[in-house]
């Protein structure tokens, strides 16, 4: 195989012949046939496919995987990942590292993670031409990365974002014989229209982007059948659908495993922290307690009911609907109603976190307590596993994808309650694993009627959760390996 740039190289070379041959009909150089500059010129191009496709024992084993956003809240790709290094492949995992991927993409010795960096436009001038130049930087940027590495036998990319990463990624598997594969997760133009506004020439250009480029992947993969239906209708895309599934690693948690989590968020969020004179010759969290004879862990019977949220904060997600539900919730119990404390926890990073946090900060609760963690990709499915109830505000901008979090939820069987958008049935069944609610007086009324008997294991939340006990469904690697998997052995 070439050495790394050496593909760089040729197309330098390749310009440079290209720059003479350009130059032989706009100079009296004295080149009187034109055909010999054609010859030159088509032989170097010749030559730099032939390296660009060189293959070697192991060029039918390599994927690249491809996101253009931090890999670390990226958890669909990074199980991509995971999934095709199981079926001994070598993966490039491409992509921004803003935060700590899950240990497992670290520890994997057929994963080999390849960072850039989110690359800025010019910034002076009109927010259109940074953005042009910045699309511009980023292209640049990304044929770089991805033909100075060795031949991969699939790019398999994810979408939002795939401005500009969809027509380089494809561009690149043309130039080498590669299969590209687009995940769909959603539409990039419907998350600009959020913020823009549908008008907005940026959101049309997105658009029209996207029908042009998506259409020319090998095979597309997507995240509901709804999605499904509406790429075969109005783009002409045969996709398959490969729902999200839990990983293994999302599971009830053990009441040990919930101890020590709850002691090392109490060390930095003191809504975990114990209170009062027991805490003082006991290990004790506000919601678990080791007995200091046998060292066993038990539950509190005094403790708040556990509420969480995961978010990225953006414009999809109005988490003013959850702060208004939890002032009317805060509200009940000052009306005289029997229910518990609350801690709500809502973990994630996003543009608008800091906007959030001056709301929570002004609000006035006395019964309820919020804090806005990070948690390392090994907490989360711990604490999803030892909450009580999960939240969900995800409002899908184009109608047709579904909340990961509320997977992973269903896969710590974590009953939800989830707002209400077009296809969210394929999830979540009303009074089946949680709760679909409209505005933010809905869901304080289901907060009050699942908290009723807390913490009694007896009442809707107690069954909801027996249900989703009952009903588990197939795990990611089942699901991977029944619908990618033949996908990827199709072109080998």
Known sequence: MAPRGSTVAQFSLFSVFFAAFVWCFVTDSGVTSPGVCLAVVAGILSMCLRRLRQLDAGSDRRVCVLVLGDIGRSPRMQYHALSLSKHGYQVTFVGFLDSKPHQDVLTEEKIRIVAISEVKGVQAGPKLLTYVTKTLAQSVQLLHVLLSMELQAHILMQNPPGLPGIAVAWLVCVLRGSTFIIDWHNYGYTIMTLSLGASHPVVRLARWYEHLFGPLASHSLCVTNAMKDDLQKNWGIKATTLYDRPASIFRETPLDLQHQLFLRLADSHPQFKATGSDCRETETTLFTVRDPGDGAVTLRSDRPALLIS?????????????????????????????????????????????????????????????????????????LLGSADLGVCLHKSSSGLDLPMKVVDMFGCCLPVCAIQFDCLQELVEHEGNGLIFGDAAELAVQLKSLLSEFPSSDGRLGMFRRNLRASRGQRWDDNWDQNVLPLLAAHR
């Open 310 to 382: 995961s978010t990225s904060w953006t414009e999809d997600e109005d988490f003013s609907i959850l702060l208004k539900a939890l002032e009317e919730y805060e509200g009940f119990i000052g009306g005289g109603a029997p229910l518990p404390s609350l801690v709500c926890v809502i973990t994630g990073k996003g543009p608008q976190k800091e906007h959030y946090r001056k709301l929570i900060a002004s609000l006035n609760l006395e019964h309820v307590k919020i804090c806005t963690p990070w948690l390392e990709a090994e907490d989360y499915p711990l």
